[in-house]
Structures are given as structure tokens and as C-alpha cells.
């Protein structure tokens, strides 16, 4: 498949990075979501990594959703696109290390804390893998023409 093939104005991977952008944005306003209304939860949750020194813990997990919202709403809007990507860049990475490291030392994690607060099934390499593939996304969207139906286009006059 040629990704440089033209659909109209714009080419195969113009439509791909859109996607990318808003389906990443998408599952970040789903994740913030699930965590605003419920922080005590998921403070709880954050503290069963074991991970995080237990003073930092209340702070993290009051800011990480206000972050994640943001994100998510800049990167459906297309505002600030490189650098809201590149925040999402690292927060993926920062939630892979969380996961694996709390998979390879078995801590009781009941659920990754990523779209819900109920306890569910302990956390796996499923989760690893999903983060993975938005790690991927978020790579499209570093690549991607930052231009292509967003509000970057507007404020900054790109064509």
C-alpha cells in the first residue's frame, strides 16, 4: 500500500494521522473520565504499584487526569499537536514501565486504574500490548502534518 497516495486533497497518511490524533485523544479524555470523579479509587490504585513514594501518591493521582483530559482534548481539537504528543509520548512510556514493573515483581494490582476504578481482574501483558499500540499511534501523530484539520492550522497560519 503506497502511503503516499492521494485521496482527494490530502494523502492515505493524512487520514491515518488524523485518526491517530483523535482516536488517541479519544482514549485519553475516556481515561480521564473514568478517574475525575473517582480519585480516592484511584489514588488507591496508583498507591498498589508500589511504585511511587506514598506522599507523592495524592498528588499524582489529583494531577495525571487533569493532564490526560487535556491531552485528550488538544489532540481531537489539533492544538499544540507536537508537544501534546510528545506529553503523550512519555506518559505511555511512564504507564508501560508502571505496568511491566508491577507484572515482573507480582504486585496486586487489581486492574491498571487506566479507564476504571472497580477492582476488576488483576492487570496483565494485554495491558502492556494496548499501550504499546498507542505508543505506536502516538508516533504517527510525531510524524504526522501538523497542519491536517487541526486548530494549529488556524492560530499559526499553516497551510
Known amino acids: 500500500m503506497k502511503w ?10 493524512d487520514y491515518i494521522y488524523l485518526l491517530s ?4 485523544g479519544i482514549v485519553f479524555l ?10 480516592t479509587e484511584f489514588q488507591k490504585n496508583v498507591a498498589s504499584y508500589h511504585i511511587l513514594p ?10 495525571l487526569p487533569w493532564v490526560e483530559l487535556l ?24 504507564f508501560i514501565i508502571a505496568i511491566t514493573y508491577a507484572l515482573l515483581t507480582n504486585q496486586p494490582v487489581s486492574g491498571c486504574g487506566c479507564f476504571s476504578q472497580t477492582p476488576t481482574e488483576r492487570i ?3 495491558d502492556d500490548i494496548r499501550d504499546i499500540f498507542f505508543l ?3 508516533i504517527v501523530v510525531l510524524k504526522g502534518k501538523h497542519t491536517f484539520l ?10
Do not use: E
Open 124 to 126: 496483565g501483558w494485554v
Open 21 to 24: 490524533r483523535i482516536g488517541l
Open 30 to 39: 475516556a481515561a480521564s473520565y473514568g478517574k475525575i470523579p473517582h480519585i
Open 136 to 138: 505506536l499511534l502516538t
Open 71 to 94: 491531552c485528550g482534548l488538544y489532540l481531537i481539537l489539533g492544538l499544540f499537536q507536537k508537544y501534546t504528543a510528545i506529553s503523550v509520548f512519555f506518559l505511555l512510556i511512564i
Open 4 to 13: 503516499n497516495k492521494k485521496i482527494g486533497k490530502y494523502y492515505l497518511y
Open 150 to 159: 487541526s486548530i494549529d492550522r488556524i492560530l499559526f497560519k499553516k497551510s
Open 54 to 63: 506514598s506522599a507523592i501518591v495524592p498528588a499524582f493521582a489529583f494531577i
